[in-house]
C-alpha cells in the first residue's frame, strides 16, 4: 500500500517535471502575491455590498409601492442594513473590517435606501448603531435580528441609538410597511433569477445584465408577480429564464467529461411545463412591468433587456420552453411600456388590464418563512 502511494507520489513527480514549461517565468515574491490577493479580496467585497445597495434599493421601492398586492404578507421596513465582520459569511471576515471600515464591537451602517425611513432620519453609511428603542442590537446574526424586531414592532416610530465620528446620539425612524417576501442577492455569474414563493432570489449574472435600473425592477417585479398571482408550484423554484439552470448543470457535466445529452435541460424544462405555462411567463412579465412602474421607474426602453439576454443566451431566442421567446417578451414590455406612460399620461392609476374584474384573485398560498424585509 506505502509503496503504491510512493509509486504513485514519484510518477506524479516525474509527469511534473516532464511537463515543467520551458520559458523562464518571472519570479514572484509571496509577499506581493498576498498583498495582490487582498486587494482582490477587498474589490470584490466592496462590490458585491455595492450591487446588493441596488438590489436592496430596487427592492424596496417595489416592495412598498406594491403592498396592497402581497395579500397581507407585509412587513415593517427602514431601508438600511448594517453588519460586523461576524455577522457576514465567514469567508469575508478576515478582510470585510478593512473593506467595509467595521467594527467588531457594534454593528457599522453599510447601505441605505435612498427615500427610505432610515434616510429620512439622517442615518448614514458608517454610522454605528447600537439599539433600538434602548435594545442592544447583537453582532452576530444582526440583519436577521433587526428584520425580526421590526417585524414584532411593525410601523409604530422606534428610538435609534448612533455612534457617529465618536459621538452618539438618538434619531427618530419612522417605518414603513411592504411586502414581507425577503429578496436575496447571490454573488455568482448564473443570469437568472427565481422564486419559491418564499423569497426570490436574484443572481448576481442577472444584476449585471440588467443594465438600468428599471430592468432590475423589472425583473423583480417579474419575480413577485409569480408570488402574488397564484403561478406557483411550491414544489418547483420558478424562474425568470426558465432553462438556464438546467442549461448551466448540463454544461458542468460536460467540462467534467460527461455529457448528460441535455438531460438535466429536459428535465428542467419538463418540471417547468409542468407547473407554469408560457401564458403565466407573460402574465409575470406584464404585472412585473407595473410593478416596477408603481415603484417609480420609467420603463420606456426597458425591453432592451430581452435583446440582451438573447444575446447572452441564444437559444432563448428561438425556442419556448417554459418561457416565451425573448422576441415576444421584447415586443410586449414595449407594448406594455406604452400602455403604462399613457395611463401617467392621463393620471390613471397604474392598473393591470384584467379580462375580468375577479381575474388577479388567485389566493396566496400559506407562508412558512418571517421574511427579513429591509
Ligand atoms: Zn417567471
Known sequence: MRRDVLGSALAVGLLAAACAPASRLPALSQNDIEAETRLQQIAHIRKYYSELHRVDTIAFRIRTANRADCHGWESAQIGLHAATPQSLPSRYRSYSREALDLTWARP???????????????????????????????????????????????????????????????VTITPVMGCAIPIVYMADATIDAATDGDRIIIHSGMVMLAKSDAQLAHIIGHELAHANLGHLDKRLVNTVAGWVGGTLIDAGFLSGGISTGGAFRKEFAKAGARAFSVNFEREADYVGAYYAARAGYDMAGAEEFWRELGLAHPDSIRFARTHPITAVRFLQLKKVAAEIADKRGRNLPLMPELKSPYSHEAPRQSFSNSGNGL
Open 108 to 170: 457599522t451602517v453599510i447601505s441605505v435606501v435612498e427615500g427610505s425611513p432610515a434616510a429620512g432620519a439622517g442615518i448614514t453609511i458608517g454610522d454605528q448603531i447600537i439599539a433600538l428603542n434602548g435594545e442592544l442590537i447583537p453582532v452576530t446574526g444582526t440583519a436577521g435580528w433587526m428584520a425580526g424586531w421590526l417585524k414584532h414592532h411593525g410601523a409604530k416610530p422606534l428610538q435609534a441609538n448612533l455612534r457617529r465620528d465618536g459621538v452618539d446620539r438618538t
